[in-house]
């Protein structure tokens, strides 16, 4: 059975889906089996998509009249397509003439996965050559510290001193949390333990 996705991105009525209402129908598809949203395509609560989705059953195939009408990004895209190769969906995008039923639309489908592999490759690449250039630098990344170095000096000088966590927590006004989390992270232990 072939169904049929679109989506506009507005939910104002500038934009309508009478264009991809005609192609779909044009395509074959019943118009009681076209399914539809009204939202962004970044968004990734659309109902129509949702209900679409769980429609779908092995044998069938889902149409849309263009690809960015159905995933948010390429990655978001491959996942639906290979969630709908393990049910047994076919795909056909009638834009860009491109249907997994094929060899050739599977082989298209192929690169594009290849595509998105590679781009998250070069993204995590740059993201740690970043890195190391930043601790090259003498930057440190990650979230500051919550306490500064001074007042772990003056709490660390108290709890040796025979001061209790809770009397630290409440003269410093630092949750207690939070103390135990520094002093975990400075390795101090307390006086007579080693």
Not at 70 to 91: K, N, Q, T, V
Not at 106 to 115: C, I, P, Q, R, V
Not at 119 to 138: F, I, K, Q, S
Request: a positive charge; aromatic letters at 6%; hydrophobic letters at 40%.
């Amino acid at each position: 059975m072939l169904v049929g996705y679109m989506r506009v991105s507005s939910a104002d009525e500038r934009q309508s889906v009478d264009l991809q209402r005609d192609a779909l129908i044009a395509t074959g598809v019943d118009a009681r089996h076209i399914h539809s949203d009204k939202a962004s395509g970044a968004r990734d609560d659309r109902p129509g998509l949702k209900t679409c989705l769980a429609w779908l059953k092995e044998g069938d195939t889902l149409v849309v009249w263009k690809l960015d009408r159905l995933g948010r990004s390429l990655s978001h895209l491959l996942d639906i397509i290979g969630d709908f190769r393990e049910r047994g969906i076919a795909f056909r995008s009638l834009t860009e003439h491109m249907d997994t039923a094929t060899a050739q639309g599977e082989l298209l489908f192929s690169m594009f996965g290849a595509l998105a592999q590679y781009e998250r490759a070069l993204t995590r690449e740059r993201v740690m050559a970043g890195l190391a250039a930043a601790r090259r630098r003498g930057r440190r990344g990650g979230r500051p510290p919550a306490i500064d170095a001074e007042k772990v000096a003056a709490i660390t000088v108290a709890l040796e001193g025979g001061a209790s966590k809770a009397a630290i927590c409440r003269n410093f006004g630092v949750p207690r949390s939070t103390l135990i989390d520094t002093l975990a992270r400075i390795g101090w232990t307390p006086p007579g333990r080693t």
